[in-house]
């Protein structure tokens, strides 16, 4: 929904799910800060965290990973310098809570079965809906909905997935995570949304660019 916009990223690793395409480390002794050119060792402080953000002319800091809502006390006590934007899979609805009033845009993510193939996906999905609930789109918060697609995906999955959550977002995002092997599908699941809600074919940009 923001692409081109220039964002500061706080990549986090950790995540609780295990999805197919992930390329996020699980764990890592070091950081690499990007904006200044240095690696660090884990864990990085919050203050050099907010120094970095203060030395940056951004849209937004972008907290993601790997899942930042692991981090959630961790983001709450950062200094907002900038618009916060957490992108995250919203599968933890109590860490959702603390940072209920702290995020000004949410890219939550409605992962589909094919995606976590050794999960509970039922409970992927309840505790799903609920991060949406609670992470809701308000007049001070920006939230749409982002469903990233592996080669093969069920249809009426992901229709079930936005219907369950249209009530909360703005829009949706249909990301193909390896590229378009079939546009017409993608452009046929789009027509079927547009029923529920404003929906947007959105490639993943980094890899157009080169950039992880």
């Known amino acids: 929904m923001f692409v081109g916009v220039k964002q500061l990223f706080v990549r986090f690793s950790k995540c609780n799910l295990n999805c197919?395409?992930?390329?996020?480390?699980?764990?890592?002794?070091?950081c690499k800060d990007f904006v200044n050119n240095r690696t660090l060792r884990n864990p990085v402080s919050l203050g050099y965290i907010i120094d970095v953000m203060r030395s940056v002319k951004v849209?937004?800091?972008?907290?993601?990973?790997?899942e930042p809502l692991l981090y959630a006390d961790f983001i709450r006590?950062?200094?907002?310098?900038?618009?916060?934007?957490?992108?995250?899979?919203m599968t933890l609805p109590e860490k959702a809570k603390i940072l209920r009033d702290v995020v000004d845009y949410v890219a939550g993510d409605f992962k589909v079965r094919e995606a976590i193939p050794n999960e509970n996906y039922e409970e992927v999905f309840e505790n799903t809906v609920r991060c949406f609930r609670i992470l809701k789109n308000t007049k001070r918060r920006f939230t749409f909905c982002k469903v990233v697609?592996?080669?093969?995906?069920?249809?009426?999955?992901?229709?079930?997935c936005v219907e369950a959550v249209e009530r909360y977002i703005s829009s949706v995002v249909l990301q193909?995570?390896?590229?378009?092997?079939?546009?017409?599908?993608?452009?046929k699941l789009q027509d079927k949304l547009l029923d529920v809600c404003d929906v947007r074919i959105i490639p993943q940009v980094h890899k157009y660019l080169g950039l992880r």
Do not use: A, R
């Not at 395409?21 to 002794?29: A, E, G, L």
């Not at 006590?77 to 899979?89: A, D, I, R």
């Open 20 to 30: 197919i395409y992930c390329d996020t480390q699980k764990n890592s002794k070091i």
């Open 59 to 66: 849209h937004s800091v972008s907290w993601t990973g790997g």
């Open 77 to 89: 006590n950062v200094e907002k310098v900038h618009p916060f934007y957490l992108e995250s899979n």
């Open 149 to 160: 697609l592996p080669s093969s995906f069920d249809f009426e999955g992901v229709v079930e």
């Open 176 to 187: 193909p995570v390896f590229g378009v092997e079939n546009v017409k599908i993608l452009m």
